[in-house]
């Protein structure tokens, strides 16, 4: 029997490997032996016919693919990249790397061949979370364990589906409401968590900051506020109470959607709950100002001082395995590595610990700056890391547009099928979970190790070797001796003695002691209410809702909104085929309320047209009475739905908009 850790969201379950099956682990702390249907079928990931088995080569994207030696294939990029300039060479990584994969192409890419623009498929889900932590913390953490729920009278959850998107975690949740946590869902849907709530709140789409502001305010006014806690260990409450205070209130609540009486049952239950964790995702972050929501969402934890304390704080759930491990490596284009931003001190500790003088001065391009750069034909070269970029960045039509301009594209991928691989020149077959080992973070800073299942394919190389291997073809082979993953984890470990006094403490454990149980990085660090500020105070914000996202108009009645569903994986590259996922829902629909679907012409489970302003797909029409009326949703597992989705940007985390784009839907047969 083998033990090791689920490839599929942040939750990050434990698993057995036992006679060809897999089961959950009873011990592990996080599951218990529980394990969701993705993560049950996870072995049908690796045996898929989709799977890229050797190295594939065309010198145009018109041309068929060829296969190719790793010899030549290795070559040929350490020749494009010698070829070019480091500002004109970008890396897209992913959220599905191991961290010792993600640790060695980020120290390649910024730290020997020079170009700052390295970034990650997480940069579409999770950066207006690391960008408020740091703005009110001064650090990237994440104060919150997924235990820490059992301490918890209240559960907030806004802007996301943890019933279908963090299966098991929800799960945790039903079974201790049966002891008494209370749970409020805010989203503009009725969604599978919601059902599970002791009050749903139909929120209209994009205004969550006003319903925040509006719970501050009430905060304030109703003396609900810790005074000791805010003095004491926050910046700037005096100047945040004048600002807030100056908002319209009436027009903040009828901004919300909601009701006096439901604010007031949500206000009523927030302060009745002494313990409250507020979790949220996609549905804060993926917006033109989602930095502030969070922050909006985040000061209601500092000035009810329901913070540093069991049972409190705000928890940002990430949907890939290892989004945080990529964060705390510098898998960002926003950071170098181990938390640390880019200022002159930073890069001259990376460059004498990596023993090099090429680290860049400065941020680089991040995902859809990419691609924006690319068309403006300042893009030679991208390497692209299990990821499939064309399938999830927003305006596809625009991002099909750049991808074509850049002379020279990798694909690394363990899969043959990706809408990205119809633009490469160059496809690398790499393992995939279950054939490699390394190490992940989960959503609560648990860093566990993956082992081992199944023997590797013939031709396929781990990441982390791939990466070894152009190093080698650059000249830097020196400085990239590694045999094994565990020497990269170890030289890892050290880097993260950089990080802000410490914090980033993994060097506390070992791989070997990995093997055995999980690893929690940062335990206790904001238990005296110091954090990692100049002053060591948390900083508060006052936001206000600039409305800068797409607004319906007469052509464009309806609100987008997307997210997952609980038994696909993103574009089912692994889960599409697997017979006993599939059955449990359709991987295209569009929700729309029936009330709409009247007034539209469009009847219950007819084929219809989703137009945006950028393009258009084909679906099927599912009545949902939970749905807000001129909002429709349709899932991320249609491959095709970045047709419609606009390419605005947060501007401080620059996370694209993906849930306020405009469409209208039509019948297909008109």
């Known amino acids: 029997m083998i033990k090791s850790v689920c490839g599929y969201c942040g939750v990050g379950c434990g698993i057995e490997f036992e006679e060809s099956k897999l089961i959950g682990d009873l011990s592990y702390p996080i599951n218990e032996g529980l394990v969701c249907a993705k993560g049950v079928s996870e072995l049908h990931s690796i045996q898929t016919p989709t799977r890229l088995l050797r190295p594939k080569i065309r010198t145009s994207i018109e041309e068929e693919y060829k296969e190719s030696s790793w010899e030549d294939a290795i070559s040929l990029i350490a020749t494009k ?36 623009n390295v970034d990650t498929n997480s940069r579409t889900c999770m950066a207006s979370a690391v960008v ?34 963090h299966v098991v975690f929800w799960n945790k949740v039903k079974k201790l409401k049966k ?14 968590s919601a059902k599970n709530a002791d009050l749903y709140l139909p929120i209209k789409p994009n205004s969550d900051i006003d319903f925040f502001n509006l719970v ?65 995702t996609m549905g804060l972050n993926q917006s033109s100002q989602g930095v502030e929501k969070n922050i909006a969402l985040i000061n209601l934890h500092l000035l009810s001082g329901k913070m540093s304390k069991k049972g409190n704080g705000p ?26 931003d880019y200022n002159e001190e ?68 363990a899969y043959n099928n990706s809408e990205t691989s119809q633009f490469a020149h160059l496809k690398l077959p790499a393992t995939p979970w279950g054939e490699k080992e390394g190490t992940q973070t989960n959503m609560d800073r648990t860093i566990t190790k993956q082992e081992i299942l199944t023997r590797k394919s013939i031709d396929c190389k781990d990441d982390w070797m791939v990466f070894k291997l152009l190093a080698d073809a650059l000249g830097y082979g020196g400085k990239f001796a590694y045999e094994k993953p565990e020497d990269i984890f170890k030289e890892y470990q050290e880097m993260c003695k950089l990080s ?13 002691e990995l093997t055995k149980k999980p690893f929690v990085w940062g335990e206790g660090l904001f238990d005296t209410n110091e954090f990692f500020t100049p002053n060591k105070k948390a900083n508060l914000f006052c936001v206000s809702n600039k409305t800068l996202s797409e607004k319906p108009n007469k052509i464009y009645p309806f609100v987008l909104l997307t997210g997952r569903t609980r038994d696909q994986w993103h574009s089912g590259t692994k889960t599409g085929f697997v017979e006993n996922l599939k059955k449990f829902k359709p991987e295209n629909f569009v929700e729309i309320h029936p009330l709409d679907g009247v007034e539209f012409g469009i009847k219950d489970g007819s084929r219809v047209w989703i137009q945006s302003p950028r393009g258009q797909i084909e679906s099927y029409a599912k009545y949902n009475e939970g749905i807000m009326r001129k909002t429709v949703f349709i899932p991320i597992t249609n491959k095709k739905i970045n047709y419609l989705t606009d390419d605005l940007l947060d501007l401080s985390s620059k996370e694209p908009d993906y849930n306020h784009s405009v469409v209208r839907i039509v019948s297909y047969f008109q």
């Open 179 to 192: 002891n008494g946590l209370k749970v409020v869902v805010i989203d503009p849907r009725y969604t599978e």
């Open 346 to 413: 930073n890069i001259a500790k990376v460059n004498q610990f990596w023993k090099t003088s090429k680290v860049p001065k400065g941020n680089g391009f991040t995902a859809v700056e990419i691609f924006h750069e690319a068309l403006k034909g300042n893009i030679d070269c991208l390497i692209i890391c299990h990821t499939d970029p064309i399938y999830h960045l927003p305006n596809r039509h625009k991002m099909e547009k750049a991808i074509q301009k850049i002379p020279f594209v990798v694909e690394i991928n």
């Open 216 to 280: 501050a305010m009430r905060l304030i006014l109703d003396n609900q506020i810790d005074e000791e806690f805010l003095y004491k260990h926050c910046n700037d409450f005096d100047s945040y109470k004048k600002e807030l205070l100056k908002l319209p209130k009436t027009k903040l609540l009828k901004r919300t959607g909601l009701t006096k009486e439901q604010f007031e049952e949500f206000i009523k239950m927030f302060y009745e709950n002494q313990n409250t964790i507020s979790a949220w």
């Open 500 to 512: 802000h006094d410490g914090h980033l403490d993994i060097y506390k454990t070992s791989y070997q």
């Open 81 to 116: 990249i010698k070829a070019t300039t480091p500002n004109r060479i970008a890396f897209y990584l992913s959220g599905q790397l191991m961290s010792e994969d993600y640790y060695i192409a980020n120290k390649l890419a910024k730290g020997f061949i020079g170009t700052p």
């Open 132 to 165: 408020a932590y740091k703005k009110i913390f001064g650090i990237d953490y994440v104060p919150v364990r997924m235990e820490d729920v059992e301490s918890a009278n209240l559960l907030i959850v806004a802007g996301a589906n943890p019933a279908e998107a």
């Open 315 to 340: 928890f940002s759930l990430t949907g890939q395995p290892n989004a945080m491990g990529g964060r705390e490596v510098g898998g960002l284009a926003t950071m170098l590595a181990v938390h640390l």
